[in-house]
């Protein structure tokens, strides 16, 4: 099966800009999407953006949208997500996860994740 490895984490100041990767081995599937999750201590795991592997649709969720991106590279079997303007509310593990649900902001309908990596944004 396809596995999935997070990578990109780290500290930066608020405002600042972060690029977190995830690399999948094995086969992608066509039919697949690409989701990119984040949670913190004592919350739920919440959507943040996904992409269509092979049409290249995204979607993203509304406190996100117009300061993240999501991206694929399908030579390198990697989706990216950049990510600016950073908040401190922002400060969570960032988790990639792939399913083949059009419920693409419900993490509960995704059949792999990645192990997470840690964003931190300071004030």
């Known amino acids: 099966q396809v596995q999935l490895v997070e990578s990109g984490g780290g500290l930066v100041q608020a405002g600042g800009s972060l690029s977190v990767s995830c690399a999948a081995s094995?086969?992608?599937?066509?039919?697949?999407?690409m989701g990119w999750f984040r949670q913190v201590p004592g919350k739920e795991r919440e959507f943040v953006a996904a992409i269509n592997w092979s049409g290249g649709s995204t979607y993203y969720a509304d406190l996100v949208k117009g300061r993240f991106t999501i991206s694929r590279d399908t030579g390198k079997n990697t989706v990216y997500l950049q990510m600016n303007s950073l908040k401190p509310d922002d400060t969570a593990v960032y988790y990639c996860?792939?399913?083949?649900?059009?419920?693409?902001?419900?993490?509960?309908?995704?059949?792999?994740w990645g192990q997470g990596t840690q964003v931190t944004v300071s004030s």
């Open positions: 094995g086969r992608t599937f066509r039919n697949y999407v």
């Open positions: 996860a792939a399913g083949s649900t059009v419920l693409v902001r419900n993490p509960a309908a995704y059949d792999l």
